[in-house]
DNA sequence: GCCACCGGTGGC
DNA sequence: GCCACCGGTGGC
């Protein structure tokens, strides 16, 4: 698959560019057989569940018509597929109030109206989180560290 | 101790 | 009955 083709897959999924979303079919169990979906912020933190993504994202971001598992917009005109998703989750409940957090996304632009690395299967992903930096951590000055010092895993953190 | 993965279930 | 959400844990 050449760049363009990716390029044209990137803004028809429309994630904000750095986001990755991941689509892990169950193998085994149960529910094999069942996808669960993922979604990757540019720092490396996992979200799987759309109230769990609002709540990083604060309620500035509006994910109404955002369809987590499709990882698109629902447009007005779009089928809703059998159930209707109108599950009315206060989304920015338990909202962080450290700004810090919120992403450096234009606020008045969906957030997926823009491009976004795509990662279809569960190979291996290398990303990884600091489970320690919490949203309740609290705001302090930011020291930028020297980036040509840190390793991966502290790259992969937000900073 | 972390996290990928599957199970359980509440809400529809 | 379906499935979104999240709890729990086995495997590392």
Known sequence: MDV?????IQDCLGLPTG???EEVI???GL???KTDIYYFS???RKFRSKPQLARFLGDSFDLSAFDFRSGKQLS???RKSKRLKNIQYDYSRGLKQDASLVLPIRQTASIFKQPVTLKTN???NR???DPKQDAKDVPKQVRYPDRSKMNVRQLAKCS
């Open 76 to 78: 007005v005109g779009a």
């Open 26 to 28: 169950r193998k085994s």
């Open 127 to 129: 990303i990884k989180a």
């Open 122 to 124: 569960h190979a291996q």
């Open 42 to 44: 540019p720092c490396g």
């Open 4 to 8: 363009l083709e990716k390029r044209k």
């Open 19 to 21: 986001w990755k979303r």
């Open 31 to 33: 529910s094999a057989g």
